[in-house]
């Protein structure tokens, strides 16, 4: 792709955005697009058939984005320590690249897509979770289902990805990814800092 097209995707973009906070993406024509976005109908046509071939094209963007790093991601290894670190360095990667797509995100979430791209991520997470679990067998609760462990561990990162979105995304990727891994390897209790004794946590394991 040419740095002209690129251009004109990234001002389309940035039309839609805007327009998004007077309308509903339904309510918006290639008209109102084009107007935004002063280009010409014929310039909108060549790069997309229609708004939804758009959203569309926006939407497999996003994905790659993060299902691109999941070579990277999915190393074996039986080290705890080196799978997690690993982990870390990649996700933090995929999330610097989300911030960077934040106009991209911003639009897909506000529209009909939005249901079925959260279901695509946690998707992808989840194979995450499950592939990490996997390697690590003897560290795993044989009580809990895996699948159920890694639905859990999708859903904090989803749950996290909402609340940068819904702050307008002024945390830096580095802050989504401690408190994230804070949640997942030390628990919503310790997290936000309430400490619990040995008898304490004894006893609590016997209620359950």
Same mark, same amino acid.
């Given at each position: 792709?040419?740095?002209?097209?690129?251009?004109?995707?990234?001002?389309? %973009?940035?039309?839609?955005?805007?327009?998004?906070?007077?309308?509903?993406?339904?309510?918006?024509? !290639?008209?109102?697009?084009?107007?935004?976005?002063?280009?010409?109908?014929?310039?909108?046509?060549?790069?997309?058939?229609?708004?939804?071939?758009?959203?569309?094209? &926006?939407?497999?963007?996003?994905?790659?984005?993060?299902?691109?790093?999941?070579?990277?991601? &999915?190393?074996? $290894?039986?080290?705890?320590?080196?799978?997690?670190?690993?982990?870390?360095? !990649?996700?933090?990667?995929? %999330?610097?690249?989300?911030?960077?797509?934040?106009? #991209?995100?911003?639009?897909?979430?506000?529209?009909?897509?939005?249901?079925?791209?959260?279901?695509?991520?946690?998707?992808?997470?989840?194979?995450?979770?499950?592939?990490?679990?996997?390697?690590?067998?003897?560290?795993?609760?044989?009580?809990?289902?895996?699948?159920?462990?890694?639905?859990?561990?999708?859903?904090?990162?989803? $749950?996290?990805?909402?609340?940068?979105?819904?702050?307008?995304?002024?945390? #830096?990727?580095?802050?989504?990814?401690? #408190?994230?891994?804070?949640?997942?390897?030390?628990?919503?209790?310790?997290?936000?800092?309430?400490? &619990?004794?040995?008898?304490?946590?004894?006893?609590?394991?016997?209620?359950?």
């Amino acid at each position: 792709m040419n740095r002209r097209s690129m251009k004109t995707k990234r001002e389309i %973009l940035k039309a839609v955005h805007i327009l998004m906070d007077e309308k509903s993406f339904d309510d918006i024509t !290639v008209v109102d697009i084009v107007n935004r976005a002063d280009i010409s109908r014929g310039t909108f046509y060549l790069h997309y058939e229609d708004k939804y071939i758009m959203l569309g094209a &926006l939407e497999e963007q996003l994905i790659q984005v993060i299902s691109g790093k999941l070579d990277a991601i &999915l190393i074996e $290894t039986n080290d705890l320590v080196e799978m997690i670190t690993a982990r870390k360095t !990649v996700m933090l990667e995929v %999330l610097k690249e989300l911030k960077a797509e934040q106009q #991209t995100l911003e639009v897909l979430m506000r529209t009909p897509a939005k249901k079925r791209i959260q279901n695509r991520i946690q998707a992808i997470m989840e194979q995450i979770f499950k592939f990490t679990y996997d390697q690590i067998p003897q560290t795993v609760n044989p009580n809990m289902p895996i699948a159920l462990i890694s639905k859990i561990g999708a859903s904090i990162f989803m $749950t996290m990805l909402d609340h940068w979105l819904e702050e307008k995304m002024v945390s #830096t990727p580095e802050q989504i990814l401690t #408190t994230c891994f804070s949640f997942v390897v030390r628990g919503p209790m310790q997290t936000v800092g309430i400490r &619990l004794d040995e008898d304490i946590v004894q006893q609590l394991s016997a209620s359950l």
